[in-house]
């Protein structure tokens, strides 16, 4: 069984900062990719930041600038720190992990339960 638990939402006000943690546990053999992806009320889940194992990271335009995505391969865990924060960042935030599951030798995305984050202004 894999899990990814997710940690570090809350309310902020617009310009505030918040640091979001996933850890991700159980079979794992390797972990590729790990990111956030982020929904809204109304709207559909939608990419923030993803980071490769090597380091290499992606962004989405919202989010560029403001957002940093890092993770700790020996821990499983990926971060996603975010300043400037504005009220359209209002979302749930979801923890994914494209990883090899050891116990059943098969690759596949797995996502946490959701983190929500509130920006008021």
């Known amino acids: 069984q894999v899990q990814l638990v997710e940690s570090g939402g809350g309310s902020v006000q617009a310009g505030g900062s918040l640091r979001l943690s996933c850890a991700a546990s159980g079979s794992i053999l390797n972990i590729y990719t790990m990111g956030w992806y982020r929904q809204a009320p109304g709207k559909q889940r939608e990419l923030a930041s993803t980071i490769r194992s090597g380091g290499s990271t992606n962004y989405a335009d919202p989010v560029k600038g403001r957002f940093t995505i890092s993770r700790d391969n020996a821990k499983n865990t990926v971060y996603l720190q975010m300043n400037s924060l504005k009220p359209e960042d209002t979302a749930v935030y979801y923890c994914?992990?494209?990883?090899?599951?050891?116990?059943?030798?098969?690759?596949?995305?797995?996502w946490g339960q959701g983190t929500q984050v509130t920006v008021s202004s």
């Open positions: 994914y992990a494209d990883l090899f599951r050891r116990s059943t030798a098969s690759r596949g995305d797995y």
